[in-house]
């Protein structure tokens, strides 16, 4: 896994996602198969920013890339249908989202964790 500093034009991507607006707008960090891109270097000591993108690399491990994007896609298209085209709810509510904003800050989670645990959400 390689911690990198993301490219300036990452922070417009992401933020299409988000509602936010101004400075705060986009993401912290990227989780991106075997790069987790980060937006400031801060980021990259952040213990619970790390162990939220290591939960997607578990993820797409048991998922690989072919079914993990599918996913992740289809379930945000999906929320934002169901929470009425609130981006920030329709992203939060992804289940692969919700099993890392969920076990983020437990940094003994990724050990203990049940395969596709991430469906029970
Ligand atoms: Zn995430």
């Known amino acids: 896994m390689r911690f990198v500093h993301a490219p300036w034009y990452m922070k417009n991507i992401t933020g299409l996602f988000s509602k936010e607006k101004g400075a705060n707008k986009g993401f912290t960090a990227q989780y991106a198969v075997f790069w987790i891109f980060f937006k400031d270097k801060k980021g990259m000591e952040n ?12 993820q797409l491990k048991e998922l690989t890339p072919f079914l993990f994007l599918p996913i992740y ?9 169901k929470y009425k085209f609130d981006r920030d709810l329709a992203y ?3 289940r692969l989202e919700k099993e890392a904003y969920q076990n983020e800050n437990n940094h003994a989670y990724r ?8 469906m029970k959400l």
């Open 47 to 58: 213990k619970t920013l790390i162990n939220h993108e290591l939960i997607h690399h578990e």
């Open 111 to 118: 050990k203990n964790r049940k395969r596709y645990a991430w």
């Open 92 to 94: 939060r509510n992804i």
């Open 73 to 81: 896609l289809g379930n945000y298209i999906f929320n934002l249908f």
